[in-house]
Structure formats: C-alpha cells, structure tokens
C-alpha cells in the first residue's frame, strides 16, 4: 500500500490482517501504523504486538536488536531531526 494516502494505507493493511485472521493464516507485519497496533486489544488470541527499542543515550543511539512485547515507545525520527536542528 505504499505510494497511497495514510488513511487509505491504514484501512487496507488492516482489511488484509483480519483477512489473515478470518483464514487462520500465521504472518508477521512490519508497520509504523501505530493504530494496527490497536487490533491486538481487539483480536488477542490471533494479533501479539511485538517491537524494537532503541536506546538514546545523550547524542547517541543503541540497538540492541532485542523482540520486545508491545509497541514501540522511543521516537528515534524525532531525535534524528533534532540532532539536524529541526524542531516543531
């Protein structure tokens, strides 16, 4: 769905993950829709919200490239633009 609107992006991937639920299909999706994050509440025997953290350390980022239950919580883009100078 890349190339469309977030909203219609959003309603596609979603559409397509209940599809795979509805066939009892086993996939892994990888999204910055933090909303798809929302189906797990809706659906816990079939959708597990699984994430990568990263760890900002002053100036500095570190991955330790560990699966962690849930959704992601550090803003690693807003760090990068702040380190540019970019505010909002």
Do not use: W
């Amino acid at each position: 769905m890349k190339g469309t609107n977030s909203r219609d992006q959003h309603r596609g991937a979603e559409a397509l993950i209940l599809q795979m639920i509805k066939l009892r299909a086993m996939a892994l999706v990888a999204t910055h829709d933090l909303a798809l994050g929302e189906l797990a509440a809706r659906y816990p025997d079939n959708v597990q919200n699984l994430c990568f953290e990263i760890d900002i350390q002053g100036e500095e980022m570190h991955f330790d490239y560990q699966l962690r239950q849930g959704i992601s919580q550090n803003l690693n883009a807003t760090f990068l633009l702040q380190k540019m100078g970019i505010t909002g």
